[in-house]
């Protein structure tokens, strides 16, 4: 082969490369640098549509290294040839071949690192926030009135040092009643019927399980004074004002000399807090198996002030509430010396307290989650 033959092979080989390159480049939508030897270059700044992803791009290039660069190359092969040669020309061969490469891997990395920073650019533009397109609001809820009504019970007695237990709705026989004085022949049991899940087990009828269950946790530790609130389950025909599952608010105080008066005081204490400063209570002597003396326990009408209305049914009092001095037998039986150590228990009807203060004439409302009442509930916040 003739000096020019090497010559006008290594050009063909290289305006070749560069073409190829170009068409890479300008399929990524960059402007094409014209190499010298093109036929008809693209106008620079003109656009080919529709870009191929930054990906495609990346794949050309990495063939085109191989197809112009790589081992199996036409310069390779020109390389090899190279022994076909007389000595005196290898050395200029050679020389024309290094420069003919150095240029293509110099065009090949410029066109890598365009590659690079388009893509980044790209990047950057599709990843701009508009902070002028319109918001994604969001569905606004708000905390259901019994929620609200414990979260108040709850602030107002952990000021007077209690602690918020909360205990499990699956109950059993044992802590539901026996424990708390009331035995399986006992006829404050028909009072309280309820949904059985087994001999032993059962959804619990009231809080005052967790007397037991908290009693127990403490023992022997004193003061023990706990606030425990939570559903519990009776079986009721629902109407207006009652309903198979409701919420209630243990309280419990023990230690060596809690009187009546510490009963009294407290729930004095609380009836103002939730409902005014205003207010007072009145105990009503009644029955529970678990407490003695027991107390039904009212507050002064909201709605008329006591002077009587068809709220409290003409009398001036709401009843809130049954409490009553811990028995004997239950404190003994939890490992609390009934001669040294002494306690009340309350049980608040969430509902009842609910419906009170927020004017809801039926306690359906509070489970049949009609948006319009809990609407206003998120105003009220
Ligand atoms: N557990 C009783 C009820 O459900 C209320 C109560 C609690 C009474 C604590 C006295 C002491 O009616």
């Given at each position: 082969m003739t000096d020019t033959g090497w010559q006008q092979q290594l050009r063909q080989i290289r305006t070749e490369a560069l073409a190829a390159l170009d068409a890479i480049r300008q399929r990524a939508g960059m402007a094409v640098t014209?190499?010298?030897?093109?036929?008809t270059p693209t106008p620079p700044g003109q656009q080919v549509p529709g870009h191929a992803p930054a990906a495609d791009g990346d794949r050309a290039l990495d063939e085109w290294r191989v197809a112009y660069?790589?081992?199996?190359s036409a310069l390779s092969q020109v390389l090899r040839q190279?022994?076909?040669?007389p000595p005196e020309e290898r050395p200029r061969v050679g020389a024309l071949v290094n420069e003919v490469r150095a240029e293509l891997e110099q065009a090949y990395e410029t066109v890598r690192r365009e590659l690079h920073e388009q893509a980044l650019a790209r990047r950057l533009a599709e990843e701009?926030?508009?902070?002028?397109l319109p918001g994604r609001s969001h569905a606004r809820g708000a905390i259901h009135p019994l929620l609200r009504v414990i979260a108040e019970v709850e602030e107002i007695f952990l000021g007077m040092g209690y602690e918020i237990a909360e205990g499990n709705e699956v109950e059993t026989d044992e802590y539901n009643f026996e424990m708390l004085?009331?035995?399986?022949?006992?006829?404050a049991r028909d009072m309280q019927d309820t949904f059985y899940l087994s001999e032993e087990l059962l959804?619990?009828?009231?809080?005052?399980a967790m007397q037991i269950r908290t009693m127990e946790r403490m023992?022997?530790?004193?003061?023990v004074k706990v606030i425990a609130p939570g559903r519990v389950y009776r079986r009721d025909e629902d109407d207006a004002t009652h309903s198979h599952a409701f919420m209630q608010i243990e309280g419990l105080y023990v230690d060596e000399g809690v009187r009546m008066s510490d009963l009294k005081g407290t729930l004095e204490a609380f009836a103002r807090a939730l409902f005014g400063p205003d207010q007072t209570v009145r105990l009503r002597p009644s029955f529970f198996p678990?407490?003695?003396?027991s107390a039904e326990v009212d507050v002064r009408c909201i709605h008329c002030g006591g002077s009587g209305c068809r709220v409290c049914k003409e009398t001036g009092w709401i009843e809130i509430l049954g409490a009553g001095m811990v028995h004997p037998k239950v404190l003994d039986g939890v490992g609390y010396d009934s001669r040294r150590f002494s306690g009340f228990a309350f049980g608040v009807g969430v509902e009842r307290i609910a419906m009170l203060k927020y004017g809801i004439?039926?306690?359906?409302a509070f489970y049949q989650n009609d948006l319009r009442l809990l609407r206003q509930f998120a105003r009220a916040l």
């Open positions: 014209s190499a010298p030897e093109r036929e660069l790589g081992k199996k190279m022994g076909g040669l701009t926030i508009d902070v002028t004085n009331i035995p399986k022949d006992h006829p959804l619990r009828t009231h809080t005052s023992r022997p530790h004193a003061p678990f407490t003695e003396p004439d039926d306690i359906r």
